[in-house]
Each structure stands twice: as structure tokens, then as C-alpha cells.
């Protein structure tokens, strides 16, 4: 019997039952599609967290973190700079404080930073990106203040540029400061820091009104190239034996140990809509070998070799996969499309190139929709997904089909 004689007979019994096959269908459908976006969501705040890291801070940076008993100070940073290879050392230098703008009081985070270290902060090559309104010039007596800050929770802004607030401190001194800018809304918070709700004022102010101390909340540390990085990490490690160094492959490792860890829960979550798959084409193919069990007698009788029946069930069963497989795939894509790819973040909000209609328009765009959901998927993933099913409904289906092959001739036509 010709391969197309095997198809057109196992396409009439499958419509024969086409309430079952549908719902086969659908399930492959609907399984297909949790799988993929599971993957993909996985793989897309993966790639969206790694490029902002390498982006902001670049390959180069080293970070030096206060161990559990230790502190660092503004001493720390000048032995930091000593280190060769090291360009610069970026102390981490803030307080929350009670702040009074307008008659509004609200709590905040004050950072003191230059224009460099809120650049850095922001990720952005130029201060103009990071400023919604107001001047990027941040004196003594000047602060720059985080849109969180500025806007309630219900949108109304509160601060304006040219404004003063008066910021207590946490030993109860009351500081007078004249908005210079609002900040732009920054889309991810770095290492414990939410600029959005931060309110940046000089370096040296801060650590003349705020914490005379010079005590540090750690220290970001540049290296010449990527190259002298373990050297780097090496010297801060030995130089400061009782705090933690961290650099970007460290973070990157444990970033992409997260979510591999998550990606992988959540297809094992989506996974078992193949399980249930595999079972429902497992009971189908039973009830096909019972139902048909005459039929096959007869086709033995006119001559079907004993391996034609099996091959049937396995072929139905094949046929019923690859359509949902087509079908799940196409609506995968289709969604997926719909859905922002990692690399539509990548404003200048998220260390991009210059320009601040593109910040903007990134963060309207963020905001204009309840559900963000960065999605990426390979041509590698879509494949292995579009085999799964197939491979799961073939194996369900082996069962049935050799059960059906053992069943003896004489017995098949007795059977009614």
C-alpha cells in the first residue's frame, strides 16, 4: 500500500472522531503557546537585564561592597584609586530623609553624586538624557529631584525646577535646597538604589551636612579594560579581606543563574499541559484500538500486513500533532510580534544612544500598557517546541498501536 493510501485512511478515522481530534488540537495549541511564552519571557528579562548591566557599567567596573562587620570610608576610596590599572572610585554615598516641598511631605532617598555618577546612574552618555525639565548643573544649594518624588502616586506634580524644599536630616537639622531639575522616570533601580525616588544633591554637600563620617554604602570601581579586571579584583580582595567584591561577570553569573532557574520552573509549570497531551492521545489511541477493533480484522484479513495497523495509529496520531504543532507555532509568533522585543528597551533610559524623545517616548510606551512583557524566542526554540508535541503524541501513541498489532486476527472478527 502507497504512503498516501496510509494518510488518506488515517485522516478519514481521525475525522470520523473529530470531536476527540479537535480537542487534541486545541491542546497542543494552548500547550505550545504556554511553553513558548514561558521560554520567552524567561529568556527575554534575561537578555533585558544583562544588556542594561553591560550597557550602564560597562565590563569594566568592580563593585565594593561593606562586609557584615566593616565599613568603608572616603579613606577607602583613595587606597582604591592607588591600585594600578584603576581609572576611578565612585563612592555610594546616601540617607533617607523626611522632605518638605510645597507643603507635601515625603520620604526619599538623598544621594550624594557629581554629574558624572548620575550619568553613570542613569545610563546615559549626556545629562540632558536624564533630565525631564530644569538645568544640568548640579551646584551646592542645587538638587536634582527623582520623578517619584515629584509626581504623587495619581500623576500630580508636586516639584517644579526653581522651587525650595527643606530636607531633614536624619539628626533633625532642616536644610534648604532649590530644585535645579526633575528627573526623567528611570526604568531600573541599581545596586539598591531607585533614582526614581532619590533626590541628588553635590558630593561634597552631602558629606559636609549629612554624614560627616565620610562612612560609604560601598564604592563603584573603574578599571583601564576589561583585561586587568581579575587583577583589579584580585588587589580589592586582598587589600579589603573583609568586605565583598563583586564585578560584572560575578553579577552577570548570578543574573543568569536567576533566571535559568526561572525560566526552567516556568516551563516545567507550562510542561505539564504536554503531560496532559500525552496522556489524552494515550487514551485516545486506546479507545481507537477498541472501537476499531473489527476493522482492523477485516483489513488483516484482505491482506494489511501485521505492521500496517500500528503504523496507522502512529501516523494519526503524528498527523494530529503536526497540525496543532502548525497551528500552536503560528499563534506563537503572532504574539510574540505583538509583544516588545528585550532590545525595544534600550533607550537611553537604559544606557542607548543620546537623545531624549527617544526616553520619552520609551517610557510612554512603558507606561501606556498595563502588562510589559519582553519576549525572546530563537529560530532554535521554536523548533524544538514545534517537535515536542509531535515526539509526545508518538510516544503516547506507541502503546495503543503495539497492542493493537498483538491482538490475533481470528479474535479481531469475533469482536463486535
Do not use: C
Amino acid at each position: 500500500m502507497r504512503i498516501t493510501d496510509y494518510f488518506k485512511l488515517t485522516w478519514s478515522a481521525a475525522w470520523e472522531r473529530r470531536g476527540r481530534t479537535i480537542g487534541a488540537i486545541v491542546g497542543i495549541v494552548i500547550a505550545i503557546v504556554a511553553l513558548g511564552l514561558a521560554i520567552g519571557m524567561g529568556q527575554g528579562y534575561k537578555t533585558l537585564t544583562t544588556s542594561f548591566f553591560e550597557r550602564v557599567f560597562g565590563t569594566n567596573t568592580v563593585f565594593l561592597f561593606p562586609g557584615q562587620n566593616s565599613q568603608l570610608t572616603i579613606t577607602s576610596v583613595y587606597e582604591v584609586m592607588n591600585i594600578p590599572h584603576v581609572t576611578n572610585a565612585i563612592p555610594i554615598l546616601s540617607t533617607v530623609a523626611r522632605v518638605d516641598i510645597n507643603g507635601h511631605e515625603v520620604t526619599a532617598t538623598i544621594i550624594g553624586a557629581t554629574e558624572q555618577e548620575i550619568m553613570q546612574l542613569y545610563g546615559v552618555t549626556s545629562l540632558n538624557n536624564a533630565i525631564m525639565t530644569g538645568t544640568p548643573i548640579l551646584t551646592p544649594g542645587l538638587a536634582f529631584v527623582g520623578y517619584d518624588v515629584a509626581f504623587t502616586s495619581a500623576g500630580q506634580q508636586i516639584a517644579y525646577p526653581g522651587q525650595v524644599m527643606v530636607i531633614t536630616t536624619p539628626g533633625g537639622s532642616e536644610l534648604t535646597y532649590t530644585i535645579g531639575a526633575i528627573m526623567q522616570q528611570s526604568g531600573i533601580g541599581v545596586i539598591g538604589l531607585n533614582p526614581n525616588n532619590a533626590i541628588f544633591i553635590d558630593e561634597n554637600t552631602f558629606l559636609s551636612q549629612f554624614d560627616p563620617s565620610g562612612i560609604v554604602g560601598g564604592i563603584i570601581v573603574y578599571v583601564d579594560s576589561p583585561n586587568n579586571i581579575n587583577y583589579v579584583t584580585n588587589e580589592l580582595k586582598a587589600l579589603f579581606p573583609m568586605d565583598q567584591v563583586l564585578n560584572l561577570s560575578t553579577l552577570l553569573s548570578s543574573i543568569n543563574q536567576f533566571f535559568t532557574v526561572l525560566e526552567l520552573f516556568l516551563a516545567f509549570i507550562a510542561g505539564i499541559s504536554f503531560v496532559i497531551i500525552g496522556i489524552w492521545m494515550f487514551d485516545t489511541m486506546m479507545i481507537n484500538v477498541i472501537q476499531r477493533t473489527r476493522e482492523f480484522g477485516i483489513m488483516r484479513a484482505v491482506g494489511f500486513s501485521g505492521r500496517s495497523i500500528p503504523l496507522l495509529l502512529i501516523i494519526e496520531a503524528a498527523i494530529i500533532a503536526i497540525i496543532g504543532s502548525v497551528i500552536g507555532i503560528a499563534l506563537l509568533m503572532a504574539i510574540v510580534s505583538a509583544f516588545p522585543s528585550p532590545s525595544s528597551f534600550m533607550g537611553p533610559a537604559f544606557g542607548g544612544g543620546p537623545g531624549r524623545a527617544t526616553t520619552r517616548a520609551a517610557t510612554a510606551a512603558t507606561s501606556s500598557s498595563s502588562i510589559v512583557l519582553p519576549i525572546m524566542l530563537t529560530p532554535l526554540d521554536f523548533a524544538a517546541i514545534f517537535i515536542l508535541p509531535i515526539a509526545i503524541n508518538i510516544i503516547a501513541a506507541l502503546v495503543p498501536a503495539i497492542r493493537a498489532m498483538r491482538i490475533p486476527p481470528a479474535q479481531t472478527l469475533r469482536y463486535e
